[in-house]
């Protein structure tokens, strides 16, 4: 009976060995992943914020909306959960901005239009939310992408000559079409002359 209980007990002591040493070892996997979550999250936020203060250096966006554009990336997990799907999310959505903005950027410098650039900028700053509760998934999956396909500026290659306005394009070459209908037929009166004789 003796034996019996001996071997119970270091049965025992074993399970909880080993118990202690898993439960030990995700731990450690725990912190690992929060650990590189956080990276990820400063990563992004340390790019996005860096090139937000560039466009700031340039004057492409006023010094005081600075801290409306960076509340897009700091409020981003004030209400949604830390996950690995809202991190991508956030990563896209910073990404889509700062090249929507870099590639209007591309455009105006070679039209001479800075100042239309900031104008848009100026406008969708005021359109962002003032309250980091108003920061949610709808704002980000659905707000957010609308309001940054609104940074654009003209092309240059548009001109306002009415040759390349489509409308008009249309209307010229219905025009012509009249043209030489009229041209290929004879004038009505003349045709029934010609079969009178």
């Not at 209980?5 to 030990?24: H, K, P, Q």
């Not at 704002?139 to 489509?166: C, H």
Request: proline letters at 5%; charged letters at 25%; glycine letters at 2%.
């Amino acid at each position: 009976m003796t034996y019996i209980v001996i071997v119970s007990i270091v049965l025992l002591i074993t399970i909880l060995g080993v118990y202690m040493v898993i439960e030990n070892n995700r731990q450690k996997a725990r912190d690992a992943e929060k650990r590189i979550f956080n990276e990820r999250v400063k990563d992004i936020t340390s790019l996005y914020k860096r090139k937000i203060s560039e466009y700031v250096d340039c004057k492409l966006i006023r010094p005081k909306h600075a801290p409306k554009f960076n509340a897009i990336v700091g409020n981003f997990f004030v209400v949604q959960p830390h996950n690995d799907e809202n991190l991508d999310r956030l990563e896209k959505v910073s990404e889509l901005l700062l090249m929507q903005i870099g590639s209007e950027l591309n455009k105006c410098r070679n039209n001479d239009s800075l100042d239309l650039l900031s104008e848009q900028l100026f406008l969708f700053a005021a359109e962002l939310p003032s309250a980091g509760i108003a920061y949610n998934k709808t704002f980000y999956t659905e707000v957010l992408p609308a309001l940054i396909s609104r940074i654009q500026t003209p092309d240059s290659f548009e001109s306002n000559d009415s040759s390349q306005n489509p409308d008009t394009q249309e209307g010229d070459e219905i025009e012509k079409e009249e043209q030489q209908l009229t041209q290929n037929d004879p004038p009505l009166q003349r045709h029934t002359a010609d079969v009178a004789n």
